[in-house]
């Protein structure tokens, strides 16, 4: 009966970490018209890319914020309640939704 609470106890931990880690890792993002698009992969690596140019670049995530670095210039997302990157507002990356699978 012990064992049996146990493995109950461990399986929700283990659904709360999977809940709270990566938000961005393993997910496709693009902007309305599919111009710009983000992967983000494994190993903090992520591929950007703008029609038919695409830059390898790295990013780290901490809480709801993902940086992304390209080229040494770095950019700043936000991730929203539904799933979206907001980016600086002036440029071509102010959103980014989630590429449905």
């Known amino acids: ?22 938000k961005v890792k393993g997910h496709t993002f693009h902007d309305n018209g599919g ?5 983000f992969k494994s190993g903090s690596k992520a591929f950007v890319s703008t029609g038919p ?25 936000t991730v929203e309640e539904d799933g979206a990157l907001s980016g600086p507002p002036d440029g071509f990356l102010a959103r980014l939704t989630p590429v449905k699978d």
């Open 53 to 77: 140019v695409t830059n390898t670049c790295n990013y780290s995530e901490s809480g709801r914020r993902v940086n992304l670095v390209c080229d040494g210039d770095t950019t700043v997302f």
């Open 35 to 39: 111009v710009v698009k983000i992967e």
């Open 1 to 22: 009966m012990k064992s049996t609470h146990a493995s109950v106890y461990l399986a929700v931990a283990c659904l709360v970490i999977a809940g709270c880690g990566s």
